[in-house]
T-cell receptor
């Protein structure tokens, strides 16, 4: 099925550990995004990539890095995890589907930093 | 920066009741989107609005793009238990190469059978 695939679905890290969250889309979308979702805060943009080869900071980029590996894949890296980065992370891609323009989200990665 | 105020934050209703929620913005958008998020899942697009004054339906859901371009409304008629979830509004200025979504903080809907 067409969509956005995120891995892993769950992860527990110790403070200071590093990890990379993976995201891939098969809808041939140009743009991809990483959001974090915290209770009562809605979805906040961490980084985005408007097209292959470009990345830009969103609202809350500190503590994260991203790589747009190719048109399909956009990864999010935590170099030194902190408890404040405990959150649910969503990857999304965007583009036109017929007459509709919208974002398609993955099912999320639930990250706990202890 | 742009901010969206979504209200109410939560709703507890009886099955069969109608539901209304809205979003207001400090600045204008040219696109409004409404999403629903089920527990443990990512948001799923419900309705997209592209023109001021536009009224669009998707089954029991109806959404409107406000005339001022600073607000949008979502109505759900005759609610059922599977309507439970968090509903997010999102505004965007799409054009040129790309637009970025600004999300409201969500309305959590609970439906009592």
């Amino acid at each position: 099925n067409a969509g956005v695939t995120q891995t892993p679905k769950f992860q527990v890290l110790k403070t200071g550990q590093s990890m990379t969250l993976q995201c891939a889309q098969d809808m041939n979308h140009n743009s991809m995004y990483w959001y974090r979702q915290d209770p009562g805060m809605g979805l906040r943009l961490i980084y985005y990539s408007a097209s292959e080869g470009t990345t830009d900071k969103g609202e809350v980029p500190n503590g994260y890095n991203v790589s747009r590996l190719n048109k399909r894949e956009f990864s999010l890296r935590l170099e030194s995890a902190a408890p404040s980065q405990t959150s649910v992370y969503f990857c999304a891609s965007s583009g036109r589907q017929g007459a509709t323009y919208g974002y398609t989200f993955g099912s999320g990665t639930r990250l706990t930093v202890v | 920066g742009q901010q969206l105020n979504q209200s109410p934050q939560s709703m507890f209703i009886q099955e069969g009741e109608d539901v209304s929620m809205n979003c207001t913005s400090s600045s204008i958008f040219n696109t409004w989107l409404w999403y629903k998020q089920d527990p443990g899942e990512g948001p799923v697009l419900l309705i997209a609005l592209y023109k001021a004054g536009e009224l669009t339906s998707n089954g029991r859901l109806t959404a409107q793009f406000g005339i001022t371009r600073k607000d949008s409304f979502l109505n759900i008629s005759a609610s059922i238990p599977s309507d439970v979830g968090i509903y997010f509004c999102a505004g965007m200025n799409y054009g040129g190469s790309q637009g970025n979504l600004i999300f409201g903080k969500g309305t959590k809907l609970s439906v009592k059978p």
